[in-house]
């Protein structure tokens, strides 16, 4: 799954679906038309342009019930625009 490289935010979708959260509202709230990317068990937001709209959204996930890195987190790393980021979920990861 691709991953924004402007402050990109992942978010498992197991989160969303044990704790009944619809990120609808967020969507809406950073005028996202949808995501970013997503595969069966991942989804991808972004971009966020700043590290403080990135925040504002983290903010808005922890309102919603999301953990921050246990549910979600925010790709921060500095990437080149001849690269593309992307990210996989482990089925045998701990957690």
Same mark, same amino acid.
């Given at each position: ?12 979708? $197991? ?61 921060? $790393? ?18």
């Amino acid at each position: 799954m691709k991953i924004s490289k402007d402050f990109g935010i992942i978010i498992r979708r $197991q989160a969303l679906r044990s704790k009944s959260i619809d990120i609808a509202p967020v969507i809406t709230e950073f005028h996202f038309d949808g995501y970013f990317d997503e595969t069966h068990d991942l989804l991808s937001l972004g971009p966020f342009f700043g590290g403080d709209a990135a925040d504002e959204c983290l903010k808005s996930l922890e309102k919603l019930g999301l953990c921050y890195i246990d549910d979600f987190f925010i790709f921060t $790393q500095y990437v080149p625009d001849w690269c593309e980021v992307g990210a996989a979920f482990l089925d045998n990861a701990d957690g």
